[in-house]
């Protein structure tokens, strides 16, 4: 996945170089897959994020909502048009969109962005997702993949998913899409949430940062440390019974800051998955459990927060067992399941 996303970067970055379409960067795999676990083994999702900047003559502004409980917040990315007059141009003479007619514009310049992918100033993750497989559909061809290998795009409204085969292997891909907050590690993102999403609407990641931080365990850890396969396993064997793989990630990744990469080992894993179900209970019956990242001054220092998500209060991913007391008895009965 990693060989074939850049081969894709290099003939985005050729066939968009002299278009108003966002300027995409090198992809960042992301999600258990990248991560090195997955509760699903035969049936992997490969996640990459692409980085995406403004075009020539714009500038992205992010607009992140002030309220809500939840831990990630949803976002509104606002187009604007820049003077380009007095700038230097690359390559061929760009017309100014502010100071130009709108006469000279529409014949001797292609359109804007905001006439492209947009809908009311705001980047359309619906049309972005469309504009994307085609493009992946027209570059494929010219990828030394293409010789051995066949793509099959497959239906998705926020995001380009296709499948590639060769008859023997085939490998599931999903391409997300999204902007960084500021310098950090942090993007609002196309990725799909629960329930209804507009096609206006960017949700937060901490996607890029969560890969990041299993990266950095990933250096202190023992040759046989079998963090991974805890996680793993556990994510497996509660699949169906109401607890979201996220909050089991969240659990382990709270277990590895606090316990030392030592007690990981392979002569520990029993231990481990009972710290893991007995983290999972204590969380369920105060109706608490902090996201790992929001508000986490004590992170690695190459792990990049957004002053909002770093200065934050903690963020309960059990908000909702607070405010509804059938929920915490199902999640209670869920455990107990378990």
């Not at 090198?26 to 403004?54: C, H, K, N």
């Not at 809500?68 to 380009?84: D, F, K, L, P």
């Not at 290998?149 to 998705?156: A, D, K, N, Q, R």
């Amino acid at each position: 996945t990693s060989a074939l996303m850049k081969n894709f970067a290099t003939y985005f970055q050729r066939v968009l170089a002299d278009s108003f379409y966002p300027v995409l960067h090198p992809a960042i795999g992301v999600g258990s897959a990248f991560e090195g676990w997955s509760p699903r083994e035969q049936d992997v999702v490969y996640q990459v994020l692409i980085p995406m900047t403004p075009p020539r003559g714009h500038s992205f502004h992010l607009e992140l909502e002030t309220t809500g409980q939840t831990h990630m917040r949803n976002a509104s990315i606002r187009v604007q048009q820049e003077c380009t007059c007095m700038k230097k141009q690359q390559g061929n003479k760009m017309l100014c969109f502010l100071h130009h007619s709108k006469e000279e514009l529409k014949t001797y310049q292609d359109p804007s962005l905001l006439h492209t992918l947009c809908k009311d100033s705001y980047p359309d993750v619906e049309k972005t997702a469309r504009w994307f497989c085609q493009l992946v559909r027209a570059i494929w061809p010219a990828l030394p993949q293409a010789h051995n290998w066949h793509l099959v795009l497959l239906p998705s409204r926020r995001s380009c998913q296709f499948k590639v085969s060769n008859g023997v292997e085939s490998y599931r891909i999903e391409l997300l899409f999204g902007v960084r907050e500021g310098t950090s590690d942090v993007f609002v993102s196309s990725q799909p949430r629960h329930g209804h999403t507009s096609s206006t609407t960017w949700p937060e990641s901490f996607a890029v940062a969560e890969m990041k931080f299993f990266e950095y365990i990933a250096m202190r850890a023992p040759p046989d440390s079998l963090y991974l396969k805890c996680l793993q396993f556990f994510t497996h064997l509660q699949l169906g019974l109401g607890f979201s793989t996220y909050t089991t990630k969240m659990i382990v990744m709270h277990l590895l800051s606090i316990l030392p990469p030592s007690w990981w080992r392979r002569r520990h894993f029993v231990r481990r998955l009972l710290d893991i179900s007995e983290s999972l209970r204590t969380c369920i019956e105060v109706r608490r459990l902090n996201h790992f990242l929001v508000g986490n001054q004590r992170l690695p220092p190459w792990i990049s927060l957004p002053p909002h998500v770093l200065m934050a209060g903690s963020s309960n991913l059990f908000h909702d067992l607070v405010m509804d007391p059938v929920a915490h008895s199902q999640a209670m009965s869920q455990y107990v399941d378990l």
